[in-house]
T-cell receptor, first 114, second 122 residues
Framework: KNQVEQSPQSLIILEGKNCTLQ??????????LRWYKQDTGRGPVSLTI?????NTKSNGRYTATLDADTKQSSLHITASQLSDSASYIC?????????????FGRGTQLTVWP | GAVVSQHPSWVICKSGTSVKIECRSL??????MFWYRQFPKQSLMLMAT?????????EQGVEKDKFLINHASLTLSTLTVTSAHPEDSSFYIC??????????????????FGPGTRLLVL
C-alpha cells in the first residue's frame, strides 16, 4: 500500500535553533518527492521538489535530503524563525505521467517559540 | 509563478443549503485543477480532478452529485457543495500545476495551491 509517514507529528523548538523533520514513504514507482509549508488556514506552498537522482536540495534555510534506496527524506530547517511555525507536508508522486498520483503525509506541526 | 485564488475564504451556512466555492488560476491557463479537502490535523485528501470542458473525475468515496464541479474556462473551476451537512464542514483547497496539461505531479511541474476556503455548516 502506498503511504507517506511523517515524524514527529508535532515539534516545538526555540527561535534560532535547527530542526529536522522526517518523511518515510512506501510509494512505488517513485517519480518525485515534495516538501510543502502550510500556514494555519492557508494553502500549502512548495519548498522543494526532488527526483530519484537528487540527494539534496536547498531553498534558503530549508534543506531537503532524499535517500531513494531507503525511501526516506528529511527537511532540515536552519536558524529557525517565528515565521517558520507551520505544518510541513511531505508529498510523493508515483510517476510523471497522466496516470500519476500524489500521496500526502499528515504533516509535522512545527512551533517556534521566542 | 502561477497564483491560485479562492473565493470565499470562509463561509458559514445552514444545513441543507448549497455553497459554491470558486477557484481561479490568475496568471496561468489550467486545463486541469484539483480539489482537496482537509480536516483538522489531517492531510489533504484529493476529492476530484476538474477538467476544462469535460466531466470531473471523482475519487472513490466522493459523491459526484453532492460535490458538483464545473470547469467552464481555463481559469475558473467551481465546487458546489449541495445540501450541505455539518459533516461537510472542512477546509477546501484547490490547486493546479504550472504545466497544466498532464498535471500528474511530474518533477517539472510546480503545484500551486489556493489559500483555501473554510466551510462551517451549522
Amino acid at each position: 500500500k502506498n503511504q507517506v509517514e511523517q515524524s514527529p507529528q508535532s515539534l516545538i523548538i526555540l527561535e534560532g535553533k535547527n530542526c529536522t523533520l522526517q518523511c518515510n514513504y512506501t510509494v512505488s514507482p517513485f517519480s518525485n518527492l515534495r516538501w510543502y509549508k502550510q500556514d494555519t488556514g492557508r494553502g500549502p506552498v512548495s519548498l522543494t521538489i526532488m527526483t530519484f537522482s537528487e540527494n539534496t536540495k536547498s531553498n534558503g534555510r530549508y534543506t531537503a535530503t532524499l535517500d531513494a534506496d531507503t525511501k526516506q527524506s528529511s527537511l532540515h530547517i536552519t536558524a529557525s524563525q517565528l515565521s517558520d511555525s507551520a505544518s510541513y507536508i511531505c508529498v510523493v508522486s508515483d510517476r510523471g505521467s497522466t496516470l500519476g498520483r500524489l500521496y500526502f503525509g499528515r504533516g509535522t506541526q512545527l512551533t517556534v517559540w521566542p | 509563478g502561477a497564483v491560485v485564488s479562492q473565493h470565499p475564504s470562509w463561509v458559514i451556512c445552514k444545513s441543507g443549503t448549497s455553497v459554491k466555492i470558486e477557484c481561479r488560476s490568475l496568471d496561468f491557463q489550467a486545463t486541469t485543477m484539483f480539489w482537496y479537502r482537509q480536516f483538522p490535523k489531517q492531510s489533504l485528501m484529493l476529492m476530484a480532478t476538474s477538467n476544462e470542458g469535460s466531466k470531473a473525475t471523482y475519487e472513490q468515496g466522493v459523491e459526484k452529485d453532492k460535490f458538483l464541479i464545473n470547469h467552464a474556462s481555463l481559469t475558473l473551476s467551481t465546487l458546489t457543495v449541495t445540501s450541505a451537512h455539518p459533516e461537510d464542514s472542512s477546509f477546501y483547497i484547490c490547486s493546479d500545476f504550472q504545466n497544466g496539461g498532464s498535471a500528474s505531479g511530474g518533477p517539472e511541474e510546480t503545484q500551486y495551491f489556493g489559500p483555501g476556503t473554510r466551510l462551517l455548516v451549522l
